[in-house]
């Protein structure tokens, strides 16, 4: 059975840092890209961070990049999201899922996304 446990979430103020973990079991971890995603109340989820698992590339999307650092320790099967410099816009429901590699273009949306995390909530008070 396909399992993804996302944590790691929590209260921080502003221009605080979290390391979300992201535990992955019942399939071939390096097959997969594994990606991070973010839900903010009324808006739609969008795409944080990826990692291709077989090679270590990884991917941030450009308002993020070097706020966000995406990592995975393949031999614990877990992929970690380090945040720093974390700002009120970053809370959310964060959630990690895994597809097939794909254009990066793609990877930013949650179509083929197979498996998700059942989330973990990040608030960064002002």
């Known amino acids: 059975e396909v399992q993804l446990q996302a944590s790691g979430g929590g209260l921080v103020q502003a221009g605080g840092s979290l390391r979300l973990s992201c535990a992955a079991s019942?399939?071939?971890?390096?097959?997969?890209?594994m990606g991070w995603f973010r839900q903010a109340p009324g808006k739609e989820r969008e795409g944080v961070s990826f990692?291709?698992?077989?090679?270590?590339?990884?991917y941030s999307v450009d308002s993020l990049e070097g706020r966000f650092k995406i990592s995975s320790d393949n031999a614990q099967n877990t992929v970690y999201l380090q945040m720093y410099d974390l700002k009120p816009e970053d809370s959310g429901v964060y959630y990690c899922?895994?597809?097939?590699?794909?254009?990066?273009?793609?990877?930013?949306?949650?179509?083929?996304?197979?498996?998700w995390g059942q989330g973990t909530q990040v608030t960064v008070s002002s």
């Open positions: 899922g895994r597809c097939f590699w794909r254009p990066l273009s793609q990877l930013r949306t949650s179509e083929g996304y197979d498996y």
């Open positions: 990692i291709r698992i077989s090679d270590g590339s990884t």
């Open positions: 019942g399939f071939t971890f390096d097959d997969y890209v």
